[in-house]
């Protein structure tokens, strides 16, 4: 079964010798071509096939920028809710603060990302783990924009491929995220590797995919 979606334009100057219920007349006695992949197309019309299982390309998708969400909360949040708290930021900022913006400094520390004036009061230990927690967060934030777009042009004709190393993308994220803020930067080797292993295939299979679809004539 082929999923078919359809985008139709209308051309000005139609004429035709019979009688015309409207469009839908013309549309059927237009002859289409199909391309490998799915494409079909004439000078009116043009319909693209996905495969059987590209749904689960975009459940995967999604699932991929879900996790990066959470994996800001469940990591850089918790950091900063353990070290950025109100007591700590009201002993080393709240004069200045209050004297500088005219109003209460607020938990959680922000802006300061893990390197700044905030973070320059906390102890060692207190530093080394925010900053863990960040890196493993921004890590995923750094690729989600190149492994998602890849993902969909790749599952275009490497479906399968695709949805199996989107499947140890997902689980190479959350081994390399629990593996940095427990272990610190050697705890994330696994998760890394995971990561890798699912990530240049798909690169690979897009360029591959898209290159074969700069070769159909629309």
């Not at 102890?123 to 890590?139: D, I, K, M, T």
Request: neutral net charge.
């Amino acid at each position: 079964c082929i999923r078919d979606i359809f985008f139709f334009q209308a051309e000005d100057g139609i004429r035709d010798a019979q009688e015309s219920r409207g469009l839908g007349d013309v549309y059927k006695r237009q002859v289409s071509t199909q391309s490998t992949w799915g494409i079909k197309s004439n000078s009116m019309s043009i319909t693209v096939s996905l495969p059987d299982d590209y749904g689960l390309i975009l459940v995967i998708a999604a699932v991929i920028g879900i996790e990066c969400l959470f994996t800001g909360f469940a990591c850089v949040g918790r950091a900063r809710a353990k070290y950025f708290t109100q007591e700590f930021l009201e002993k080393h900022f709240g004069e200045a603060h209050k004297k500088a913006i005219g109003s209460k400094i607020e938990k959680g520390g922000y802006p300061d990302m893990g390197s700044g004036l905030y973070a320059d009061k906390l102890s060692y230990e207190g530093w080394y783990e925010l900053n863990n927690a960040q890196r493993a967060h921004y890590n995923f934030v750094e690729q989600v924009g190149i492994v998602i777009p890849a993902l969909l042009i790749a599952g275009l004709e490497y479906t399968q491929y695709s949805i199996v190393a989107g499947i140890i993308y997902i689980i190479g994220r959350l081994a390399y995220a629990i593996g940095y803020v427990k272990f610190g930067p050697k705890g994330r080797l696994v998760g890394a590797l995971l990561v890798d292993v699912a990530l240049l295939p798909v690169l690979i299979f897009s360029v591959m995919s898209g290159y074969n679809l700069s070769l159909i004539h629309i």
